[in-house]
């Protein structure tokens, strides 16, 4: 069964400044999906941003960029200029790519504990 | 833009009662998803439906959950006879495509059994 961890349960960042956001995976498939998705206070779920495993170049959404190091099993989340509208809790998470349950694969999101950013003006 | 809407924001009920939570998902959406996030805690996968059937479900998903669609754009979640802890809240969540899409979520019904 795959597995998402995110170490840190929070970090603090000032406004402006960049930080990084942590997530390792563990998995025996070869093919998947991984996901950063913000859940502010209001508490729903916005994905925002996703990266193939098959693609070696890491995505890039506006402020949001990821490292995906899949050797390492390792998908940080990085965001460049903070903005107070940033603070939610960020959920990394994981999809197999191999197909539904009656291909023998998943089509489940699997979700990290959370981490909860705090931008401080 | 086009988004996954739940209904009930919040519900309260006692315990032993039944809850149906239910979810507009977008509309050329042919995946539907019910998870839960316990206050505090992770979210977690209950069910997958696709083609009017349940595709995939997890170990939560007992016999006290059942998920309909029915008349086409609804897509519920029952709950048989509520205990305290499923008090949470509960994300639907659709996807065009089960590949190469991501999911979208709604904004969720928080759940609270008394």
């Known amino acids: 069964a795959q597995t998402v961890t995110q170490s840190q349960p929070e970090m603090s960042v000032q406004e402006a400044e960049t930080v990084t956001l942590s997530c390792t995976y563990d998995t025996s498939e070869s093919d998947y999906y991984l996901f950063w998705y913000k859940q502010p206070p209001s508490r729903q779920m916005i994905l925002v941003i996703r990266q193939e495993a098959y693609k070696q170049q890491n995505a890039t959404e506006n402020r949001f960029s990821v490292n995906f190091q899949k050797a390492a099993k390792s998908f940080s989340l990085k965001i460049s200029d903070s903005q107070l509208g940033d603070a939610a809790m960020y959920f990394c998470?994981?999809?197999?790519?191999?197909?539904?349950?009656?291909?023998?694969?998943?089509?489940?999101?699997?979700f990290g504990k959370g981490m909860k950013l705090t931008v401080n003006p | 833009e086009p988004e996954v809407t739940q209904t009930p924001s919040h519900q309260v009920t006692q315990m032993g009662q039944e809850v149906i939570l239910r979810c507009v998902p977008i509309?050329?959406?042919?995946?539907f998803y019910w998870y839960r996030q316990i206050l505090g805690q992770k979210v977690e996968f209950l069910v997958s439906f696709y083609n009017n059937e349940i595709s995939e479900k997890s170990e939560i998903f007992d016999d006290q959950f059942s998920v309909e669609r029915p008349d086409g754009s609804n897509f519920t979640l029952k709950i048989r006879s509520t205990k305290l802890e499923d008090s949470a809240m509960y994300f639907c969540a659709s996807n065009r495509g089960r590949m190469n899409t991501e999911a979208f979520f709604g904004q969720g019904t928080r759940l609270t059994v008394v």
């Open positions: 998470a994981y999809r197999s790519a191999n197909g539904g349950a009656a291909q023998g694969g998943s089509e489940k999101l699997v």
């Open positions: 509309s050329n959406h042919l995946y």
